[in-house]
C-alpha cells in the first residue's frame, strides 16, 4: 500500500499554514499507525523536499507531541500502515472521540 497518494499530497497544507487556527479547524489530512505498537501520527500539513515529503503532524505513543517526520522514513519502518477511513480534526483527537 502506498503511504501518501497522489490524492493525499495535493490536499496537504504547506508547512506552517494551518498554524494559529484551533484544534477543531485544523483537518487531518491522513492517520498513520503501526500494527506491533500503539504509535499514530496524524498528519496535518506537508510538502515536497526534493525527491521526500516533509510532513508534520500529531503523534501519540509514548509521548503524545507535535513534530516532523519525512515520508521516506515512514517508508523505511516496517509494519508501518495508513488508514484507508480515517476523517477527523485534531480536536477530536486530542479529546480522545476518535482513535
Excluded at 40 to 59: A, F, K, Q
Excluded at 65 to 78: A, C, H, K, P, R
Aim: net charge negative; hydrophobic share 35%; glycine share 10%.
Amino acid at each position: 500500500m502506498k503511504l501518501l497518494t497522489e490524492g493525499l499530497k495535493k490536499k496537504l497544507p504547506k508547512i506552517g499554514a494551518t498554524d494559529g487556527l484551533p484544534p477543531s479547524q485544523r483537518k487531518i489530512i491522513c492517520k498513520f499507525f503501526s500494527i506491533r505498537s500503539n504509535w499514530r501520527c496524524y498528519v496535518l500539513e506537508g510538502e515536497r523536499e526534493g525527491d521526500d515529503w516533509r510532513l508534520y503532524g500529531y503523534v501519540k505513543g509514548l509521548d503524545n507531541e507535535y513534530g516532523y517526520v519525512s515520508l521516506n522514513e515512514l517508508q523505511d519502518i516496517s509494519f508501518i500502515e495508513r488508514d484507508l477511513h480515517f476523517e477527523g480534526n485534531l480536536q477530536e483527537v486530542l479529546d480522545g472521540e476518535i482513535f
